[in-house]
């Protein structure tokens, strides 16, 4: 039996760029052996599994990395959205679509509403998804001396506009780092002894998120970059999973007033793959925050994979 799949670069509107991932619309049939051996052949990041649950624009989703079912987050969330209606499984039948996604990894329930909107064509443009997040923000951190030192900085590059390294976790705990600028993020370099030697690792945050003003002329107001010890020096890995916990790092801070803020993110250096997340944030000044995350995609290939029957 053949499986079709697509393969969408995510947060980008460019063409390698972003985030490259396939998803599989209509994956009804396969079992979970067979997932994890298609998403080994495929040897992405995350390979994405949907298939019908009897609702209308509606899919149950299932992701999977090399080694291991994975749960869903921004980045397969907006290629599953976009396969769908790009291809047409889901059609858009409104200027704003809402397409809801269902995972029940570890028999935990998760609904995700993702909006796809149509660009000027009347085809799939921007996707926008949904979380209601809580966050548990730890104020002890190691010392600027401490951060510069396992980042291979000068303590003058860690910090600006009034915020502040904090630790904070809505689910997985990253420590977020302010920095001074641009150049300075792409010049930073894991020091795995530095942070041995620190408090860091007692925090149980295993990556550090990066971020500075973005001056350069795109989108983004904030460039970032994910850094820790279980990621190569050479690597600039996708920052999804740390949008909500950076969105509530930024209303932790009192110069940020209540009300909703609208900032865009850039992942990837300017020479690089780079990806573009447009962020929307209702601050209501409380560990409760509501957050919506947009972003374009590419399709960029489409295949099949065939089981003998």
Not at 144 to 154: F, P, Y
Request: net charge negative; with cysteine; proline share 5%.
């Amino acid at each position: 039996m053949n499986y079709n799949y697509y393969t969408a670069d995510v947060f980008t509107e460019h063409a390698f760029h972003g985030v490259p991932l396939p998803v599989f619309p209509e994956a009804d049939g396969l079992s979970d052996k067979k997932m994890q051996q298609i998403a080994g052949e495929l040897s992405t990041s995350s390979t994405i599994f949907l298939s019908a649950n009897g609702e209308d624009n509606s899919r149950n989703i299932r992701v999977f990395s090399k080694e291991k079912e994975l749960p869903i987050g921004v980045h397969t969330v907006l290629a599953a959205s976009y396969v769908l209606a790009k291809t047409q499984t889901i059609e858009l039948s409104q200027q704003h679509t809402l397409i809801s996604l269902k995972s029940s990894l570890n028999k935990q329930e998760q609904v995700i509403k993702s909006y796809v909107s149509k660009d000027n064509n009347g085809a799939a443009g921007l996707v926008q998804q949904t979380y209601d997040t809580h966050a548990a923000v730890d104020y002890y951190t190691p010392t600027k001396e401490e951060l510069a030192a396992m980042l291979s900085l000068s303590p003058s590059d860690i910090g600006f506009d009034n915020y502040r390294p904090l630790i904070v976790s809505c689910g997985v705990p990253y420590l977020i780092v302010p920095i001074k600028s641009y150049t300075a993020i792409r010049e930073a370099k894991f020091n795995e002894a530095a942070w041995s030697n620190s408090s860091a690792p007692t925090s149980l945050a295993q990556e550090i998120l990066l971020f500075a003003n973005n001056t350069d002329d795109n989108p983004a107001d904030f460039h970032a970059r994910l850094l820790g010890p279980a990621i190569a020096h050479h690597e600039d890995p996708p920052i999804g999973g740390a949008i909500p916990a950076f969105a509530n790092h930024i209303c932790d801070h009192t110069h940020v007033q209540a009300g909703t803020h609208v900032f865009a993110i850039q992942r990837g250096a300017n020479d690089a793959r780079q990806s573009i997340f447009y962020v929307e944030m209702d601050n209501l000044q409380s560990k409760d925050l509501t957050i919506r995350v947009g972003g374009h995609a590419v399709l960029m290939s489409e295949g099949s994979i065939n089981f003998p029957s």
